[in-house]
């Protein structure tokens, strides 16, 4: 996601795609000699990708798949790197959507 004026850049990662170190990154056991340079190479990229925004003056978070589990902790961490600290995390989305997420 991404916030122009804010100059800030959400990067939502699935753990297994860039090599979270995580239960849900793990490679799998067969094709070790395709898995291990795709995933390196989707680390790279998103190191690359990361370090030239930041050089621009952007601000960047990574939030990770598993970091999903908990809706509430992550629409909070979300609100808080967008600096809308005075916005409740219920105020984000409606109680039911936030029950959808359970």
Known sequence: MVFPGKRKAIFVHGCFWHGHDCAKGKLPKSRPEYWIPKI???KARDERVIDELKKLGWDVIVIWQCQTKSLPVTIE???DFLGK????VGDALS???LNEGN
Not at 85 to 88: D, E, F, N, P
């Open 77 to 79: 961490n979300v609100v």
């Open 95 to 97: 109680e039911n959507e």
């Open 40 to 42: 390196e190479a989707n």
């Open 85 to 88: 600290r005075g916005v409740a």
